[in-house]
C-alpha cells in the first residue's frame, strides 16, 4: 500500500524542508509539489516553470521524471502533461493520482511518497477517493512568513490575513485532532529529533536516520530554491526582526492569534472581534 505524507501549511512554511529531510530517509520520497501535473488553469504557470532539483532543468530532461512518464504510457496509457490530478472528475481524479502515485513508487522503490502540494482542497480530494494520506500540519513565525511573501512583491496585509485563514480552513477540513504538528523552527534546529517524531507516527522505528540529502541526486518538483543547493546545511533565516517594522508585527500577531488556539469557532469569532480594530490598515 502506498502512504502519503502532506505537509499541511501556507508558502514559505518549511515544506520544501521537511520533504528534503524525510525524502531521505529509506523508504520515503519526497516528489515535490504535485498539484502541477493539473489542468487546473492556475497551474499552468507552475507546470511550465517546473523545475527538477537534479539539473534546474524542466521536469521533462530529468531521466527520473521520463522514466515516471513511460510507465504512465506504458500501464495507464497517460502523459505527466496529460495527467489531471485535480480533475472534478472523481473517477479521473482517481484514475490519474493513483497512476502517479504508482508510477513513483515503481520508479523510486519507495512506498511512501511525500507531496508538498500544501494546498487543503487537493489533501481533501484525495482522502475522499481512498488514499492513505497522512497530513502533517507545520507552523512557522506568522512574522517570517509574511516578511518571505513580502520579499516576493505580495501585500503584507493581504498575506496577514491569508495566514489564519488557511489554518481555518485545515480546521474545518482535517478531522485529525491527532494529526502530526510540528514547528518549522523546531524542525530547522533540532532536525534529528523531528524526524524521529515523524517516523515514530508513521510507525516507522528501525530507521537510521540521515539528515544530508544533498549528497546524492534528488527529484524534488517546485519548493525552495534549497532544493538546489550542494549542501544539506539548514540556515534559519530571521532577517524579519530587523526588516519588519513593529507595527506590522503587532498586526500580524493580532491576525494570527487564533492559529494557537486552533479551533475551528475561534477563528470565525476572532474574525469578527478583530474587525473592530481593523477597520482601517493602520
Given at each position: 500500500?502506498?502512504?502519503?505524507?502532506?505537509?499541511?501549511?501556507?508558502?514559505?512554511?518549511?515544506?520544501?524542508?521537511?520533504?528534503?529531510?524525510?525524502?531521505?530517509?529509506?523508504?520515503?520520497?519526497?516528489?515535490?509539489?504535485?498539484?502541477i501535473f493539473s489542468k487546473h488553469p492556475s497551474r499552468v504557470d507552475a507546470l511550465q516553470k517546473?523545475?527538477?532539483?537534479?539539473?534546474?532543468?524542466?521536469?521533462?530532461?530529468?531521466?527520473?521524471?521520463?522514466?515516471?512518464?513511460?510507465?504512465?504510457?506504458?500501464?495507464?496509457?497517460?502523459?505527466?502533461?496529460?495527467?489531471?490530478?485535480?480533475?472534478?472528475?472523481?473517477?479521473?481524479?482517481?484514475?490519474?493520482?493513483?497512476?502517479?502515485?504508482?508510477?513513483?513508487?515503481?520508479?523510486?522503490?519507495?512506498?511512501?511518497?511525500?507531496?508538498?502540494?500544501?494546498?487543503?482542497?487537493?489533501?481533501?480530494?484525495?482522502?475522499?477517493?481512498?488514499?492513505?494520506?497522512?497530513?502533517?500540519?507545520?507552523?512557522?513565525?506568522?512574522?517570517?512568513?509574511?516578511?518571505?511573501?513580502?520579499?516576493?512583491?505580495?501585500?503584507?496585509?493581504?498575506?496577514?490575513?491569508?495566514?489564519?485563514?488557511?489554518?481555518?480552513?485545515?480546521?474545518?477540513?482535517?478531522?485529525?485532532?491527532?494529526?502530526?504538528?510540528?514547528?518549522?523552527?523546531?524542525?530547522?534546529?533540532?532536525?534529528?529529533?523531528?524526524?524521529?517524531?515523524?517516523?515514530?507516527?508513521?510507525?516507522?522505528?528501525?530507521?537510521?536516520?540521515?539528515?544530508?540529502?544533498?549528497?546524492?541526486?534528488?527529484?524534488?518538483?517546485k519548493g525552495n530554491p534549497m532544493r538546489f543547493h550542494k549542501n544539506s546545511k539548514i540556515k534559519?533565516?530571521?532577517?524579519?526582526?530587523?526588516?519588519?517594522?513593529?507595527?506590522?508585527?503587532?498586526?500580524?500577531?493580532?491576525?494570527?492569534?487564533?492559529?494557537?488556539?486552533?479551533?475551528?469557532?475561534?477563528?470565525?469569532?476572532?474574525?469578527?472581534?478583530?474587525?473592530?480594530?481593523?477597520?482601517?490598515?493602520?
Amino acid at each position: 500500500m502506498i502512504t502519503i505524507l502532506y505537509p499541511l501549511c501556507p508558502s514559505y512554511s518549511g515544506s520544501t524542508l521537511l520533504s528534503l529531510l524525510l525524502g531521505n530517509q529509506k523508504g520515503i520520497y519526497g516528489a515535490g509539489e504535485l498539484f502541477i501535473f493539473s489542468k487546473h488553469p492556475s497551474r499552468v504557470d507552475a507546470l511550465q516553470k517546473g523545475r527538477c532539483s537534479c539539473n534546474k532543468l524542466a521536469y521533462s530532461s530529468c531521466p527520473f521524471w521520463e522514466k515516471i512518464e513511460r510507465y504512465l504510457t506504458e500501464h495507464y496509457q497517460l502523459t505527466l502533461k496529460t495527467l489531471s490530478v485535480e480533475s472534478e472528475n472523481e473517477e479521473e481524479l482517481i484514475l490519474h493520482n493513483k497512476a502517479l502515485f504508482q508510477a513513483i513508487q515503481s520508479v523510486s522503490g519507495c512506498s511512501i511518497i511525500i507531496d508538498s502540494s500544501k494546498i487543503v482542497s487537493r489533501f481533501v480530494q484525495l482522502r475522499k477517493a481512498g488514499f492513505h494520506i497522512i497530513p502533517i500540519r507545520l507552523f512557522r513565525k506568522p512574522q517570517a512568513v509574511v516578511h518571505s511573501w513580502t520579499k516576493r512583491d505580495h501585500d503584507w496585509w493581504d498575506v496577514a490575513h491569508y495566514y489564519p485563514s488557511f489554518y481555518k480552513a485545515v480546521a474545518q477540513s482535517v478531522a485529525d485532532r491527532n494529526m502530526l504538528t510540528m514547528r518549522y523552527e523546531k524542525l530547522a534546529n533540532q532536525p534529528k529529533v523531528m524526524v524521529q517524531k515523524i517516523l515514530d507516527f508513521i510507525g516507522l522505528h528501525d530507521v537510521v536516520i540521515d539528515l544530508d540529502w544533498a549528497k546524492k541526486p534528488y527529484h524534488h518538483l517546485k519548493g525552495n530554491p534549497m532544493r538546489f543547493h550542494k549542501n544539506s546545511k539548514i540556515k534559519v533565516s530571521e532577517e524579519w526582526q530587523s526588516e519588519v517594522p513593529l507595527s506590522q508585527r503587532f498586526w500580524i500577531a493580532l491576525l494570527a492569534f487564533p492559529v494557537k488556539v486552533d479551533r475551528y469557532w475561534f477563528y470565525y469569532f476572532w474574525e469578527r472581534f478583530v474587525v473592530l480594530f481593523t477597520w482601517k490598515r493602520y
